[in-house]
């Protein structure tokens, strides 16, 4: 049993596709497929069920498989507790952020971590909340960023932002009237704007309001998946919505549509998230430091804000 043996093992659990995982890793099917037979001829069992549409782990091969994701992060602690050792920042960074954030705050710090860290290859995707944390469990990720809390012991969560919620008013609509908004007001008004199943950014929202206020009363429904097009669909003089001041940086101070709400402001808890074997706590220290450069001071974590829930 060697190393890159239980890599290719974990590849093909992963993407469940001989072709996919052998890409992945960077080596022909053939030799990906002979290495995962020749574990299930010295283990004894058949590890994978193949089949017409795919392949999917057998009982007894989804617990080698969890064993397997277990001694390669340990291998990868260790690889990374000599290199911190040693004081390098070097190596990969595979972080997973949502993207209610992603457009807004992934520019803000990812050119200067790069160039500041040329041997430190960074590779981000966009994903929702459930994935980002699944994949920090099964060392898919090194770090999300993301809303918290999430009450999962499994994870260590570090406070970056209190980003506030904003509102983000038609020019016909009554509440752009008002100076400043509050949750209350919200439950006067319907035509709101919502975000589409899934983002935790919507469950917010409605834990600012209450959901009578978002049923609009329209001849038809739109769930948007971007906090871009739900703007998009308020400066065309249709109801309104809430936005993350990250979405509004560029339009703060001239933007009569953009509303804040009334002291203490509701706000969406901006972390670091990672599993707790992490190791690279400088490496941590340098995206909080990096991100907090590069963002409004008012935005940083101080506890001042009325934390909203996402679940």
Not at 251 to 275: C, Q, T, Y
């Amino acid at each position: 049993m060697t190393l890159q043996q239980l890599e290719y093992l974990v590849a093909l659990d992963t993407h469940r596709q001989f072709v996919l995982a052998a890409e992945k890793c960077f080596v022909t099917q053939p030799t990906l497929s002979m290495q995962v037979q020749k574990l299930e001829d010295e283990l004894g069992i058949l590890l994978f069920h193949r089949t017409k549409s795919g392949i999917e782990p057998t009982a007894v091969g989804a617990k080698v498989v969890q064993h397997a994701r277990e001694v390669l992060r340990s291998v990868k602690q260790l690889r990374e507790t000599v290199q911190l050792e040693k004081g390098e920042l070097v190596g990969e960074l595979r972080l997973g952020i949502i993207p209610t954030l992603a457009p807004y705050l992934v520019p803000l710090f990812l050119l200067e971590l790069v160039q500041q860290h040329p041997q430190l290859r960074v590779q981000v995707e966009e994903l929702q909340t459930e994935h980002i944390v699944q994949r920090l469990k099964t060392n898919q990720l090194d770090v999300g960023l993301l809303v918290t809390p999430l009450d999962d012991r499994a994870l260590q969560e570090i406070p970056v932002l209190e980003e506030p919620f904003l509102g983000y008013v038609a020019e016909d609509h009554p509440l752009h009237a008002q100076a400043t908004i509050r949750p209350q007001d919200l439950q006067a008004h319907d035509n709101m704007w919502l975000l589409q199943q899934g983002h935790c950014f919507r469950h917010q929202v409605l834990n600012i309001c209450t959901p009578a206020a978002a049923s609009a009363a329209r001849p038809f429904t739109y769930e948007s998946g971007s906090i871009e097009t739900l703007k998009q669909l308020v400066r065309q003089n249709h109801g309104y919505t809430l936005v993350p001041e990250l979405a509004v940086l560029d339009e703060l101070g001239h933007n009569a549509m953009i509303k804040r709400f009334e002291a203490p402001e509701p706000v969406r808890e901006v972390s670091l998230v990672v599993h707790h074997s992490f190791v690279r706590r400088p490496l941590l220290t340098l995206l909080r430091d990096t991100i907090l450069q590069r963002t409004p001071a008012r935005l940083h974590a101080r506890g001042a804000g009325q934390k909203i829930r996402w679940k």
